[in-house]
């Protein structure tokens, strides 16, 4: 008796929920999204490398991209989706390839021998044209084999 109550309860609430959600979807307006042309320029900033993470030999470099969401999202349809949406390019000592980052984390380079060493970081477009760019410029310090 008891789980036939229940189960008619579950039922008529069932019933209702779906009728309130219904209503809700029935009204729902999406916001409003801003034309391209009038979001404010994408923008990269960077910090320098974390001294305790070079001190051991890896390379940490946070970044903060202003006006764009970094997702792995490519080709040009995606162009035209607002907000904006890109990924990064990286180059290491002006070497002759790079890696597209689209992760929105920090950037992590293992392994660097030591010595003066260049990062061009690229904030670009679902195209891969280059948006904005910042260099950081870092040494990484001679290890001994008691540091490693």
């Avoid at 997702?71 to 989706?81: N, S």
Wanted: with cysteine; charged share 20%; glycine share 6%.
């Amino acid at each position: 008796m008891v789980r036939r109550f229940l189960a008619a309860a579950m039922l008529v609430g069932a019933g209702s929920f779906a009728a309130t959600c219904g209503a809700l979807a029935d009204d729902y307006e999406p916001a409003a999204l801003a034309p391209l042309a009038s979001e404010p320029t994408p923008r990269l900033h960077v910090d320098a490398p974390l001294a305790d993470q070079l001190a051991e030999g890896r390379v940490v470099i946070r970044y903060r991209a202003e006006n764009v969401r970094i997702l792995p999202v490519y080709g040009p349809a995606a162009r035209d989706v607002s907000p904006r949406i890109g990924h990064l390019h990286v180059t290491v000592d002006d070497g002759p390839w790079r890696w597209v980052d689209a992760s929105g984390e920090p950037l992590i380079i293992n392994k660097l021998p030591a010595g003066p060493h260049k990062v061009l970081i690229e904030l670009a477009d679902p195209t891969h044209t280059v948006i904005d760019g910042k260099t950081v410029d870092l040494v990484v310090p001679e290890r001994t084999a008691s540091d490693q």
